[in-house]
């Protein structure tokens, strides 16, 4: 199922028009239309709120493989900070990422919720500097 086709069903799962959804966004219907037929693609941005909006996460609505398995398997829940901690033999991280999720385990829910929304705020914030820098150099080089 493609992006768009997860949008149109859960806009009309929670008995949305696209209108009201494009207004929860703070963005033009047809933009949120565009959206749904894939026409364009959301920004990051865009995508945490949707996710927001539908209650579902970023991997749902981007239709990525779910988790390997190996990550829940409680074998492998002794804390260390080796970067050298087995995540799974499908995983590519480089050595802080592997750091991070091994760490990121051993929170309690409240605080890992409270960390993955510090980053994504992070992450959008430092995507839409990068996306302005783009643009006014674009606009420079006009």
């Given at each position: 199922m493609k992006f768009g086709d997860r949008l149109r069903i859960l806009r009309k799962q929670h008995d949305l028009t696209q209108e009201?959804?494009?207004?929860?966004?703070?963005?033009?219907?047809?933009?949120?239309?565009y959206y749904e037929t894939g026409k364009t693609s959301p920004d990051f941005d865009t995508v945490v709120k949707l996710a927001r909006l539908f209650n579902v996460t970023t991997d749902y609505l981007l239709n990525a493989d779910p988790v390997n398995n190996t990550l829940n398997d409680p074998s492998e829940n002794i804390y260390t900070a080796s970067p050298k901690k087995k995540l799974g033999t499908e995983w590519?991280?480089?050595?802080?990422?592997?750091?991070?999720?091994?760490?990121?385990?051993?929170?309690?829910?409240?605080?890992?919720?409270?960390?993955?929304?510090?980053?994504?705020?992070?992450?959008?914030?430092?995507?839409?500097?990068?996306?302005?820098?783009?643009?006014?150099?674009?606009?420079?080089?006009?």
């Open positions: 009201q959804v494009a207004k929860k966004l703070d963005i033009v219907r047809s933009t949120y239309a590519s991280l480089r050595e802080n990422e592997q750091r991070l999720l091994i760490a990121f385990r051993y929170l309690d829910k409240d605080a890992q919720n409270e960390y993955l929304e510090q980053i994504e705020r992070e992450a959008s914030d430092k995507y839409k500097d990068r996306r302005n820098r783009k643009k006014e150099k674009g606009l420079s080089e006009s």
